[in-house]
């Protein structure tokens, strides 16, 4: 099976800026969450899509936001960027109850 | 809330040396400890889970619950094994959701 991808792999947006991300998960995989990756704070959790609805979201503004279609492909928005939204944001799948199978990531520079 | 604390950044070992990776972690429910690791150019992946309790690449990790800790060890380093490690802590949220907390990584660098 192909794994896990994410489109585009390099961004670089000015500040103010939106940005929209997208995952195509496993094929079979119904599960995809979103983490972002940085320096400072490590990897931290953003939110999980379950057939098209968001089950679960991590402690980020409502500038992160997300949506997943019925063919359990998923994107994730971040509006008005940040400098501090730079980071390297990353996609998983699941389809049990434990393990995630991550993609590349999308590395994003917000200048 | 729950953490996970990795406290080395950096850990470097000579080939054929045990390793030890530590981890602790606090969380007020029953905790799902793994391990997922990032070699060079690669994504992340998972290397094992405590319930498992199984040896992967020659890793194994033992969940201690009276020092919250869940330490990776391997008896002998190989230079295969130089990447960065990640603790996580596997968490069920409810409606059927599960989230990953990280620990902030462990960079091990195995000197031939």
């Known amino acids: 099976k192909a794994g896990v991808t994410q489109t585009p792999r390099y961004l670089i947006k000015t500040r103010g800026q939106q940005v929209t991300l997208s995952c195509s998960p496993i094929s079979g995989h119904r599960s995809v969450s979103w983490y972002q990756q940085t320096p400072g704070q490590g990897l931290q959790f953003l939110f999980e899509y379950f057939s098209e609805t968001q089950r679960n979201k991590g402690n980020f503004p409502g500038r992160f936001s997300g949506r997943q279609f019925s063919n359990s492909r998923s994107e994730m928005n971040v509006s008005t960027l940040e400098l501090g939204d730079s980071a390297l944001y990353l996609c998983?799948?699941?389809?049990?109850?434990?393990?995630?199978?991550f993609g590349p990531g999308t590395r994003l520079t917000v200048l | 809330a729950q953490r996970v604390t990795q406290p080395e950044k950096l850990l470097s070992v000579f080939k054929g040396a045990p390793v030890e990776l530590k981890c602790n972690y606090s969380?007020?429910?029953?905790?799902?400890l793994f391990w997922y690791v990032q070699y060079s150019r690669q994504r992340l992946q998972l290397l094992l889970r405590?319930?498992s309790r199984e040896s992967i690449k020659g890793f194994t990790a033992d969940l201690n619950k009276g020092e919250t800790s869940f330490h990776l060890k391997k008896p002998f380093a190989q230079e295969e094994d130089s990447a960065m490690y990640y603790c996580?802590?596997?968490?069920?949220?409810?409606?059927?959701?599960?989230?990953?907390?990280f620990g902030k990584g462990t960079k091990l660098s195995v000197i031939p």
């Open positions: 969380y007020s429910g029953s905790p799902e």
């Open positions: 998983a799948s699941r389809h049990g109850t434990y393990e995630q199978f």
């Open positions: 996580a802590l596997h968490i069920y949220s409810g409606a059927g959701s599960y989230q990953l907390t």
């Open positions: 405590h319930i």
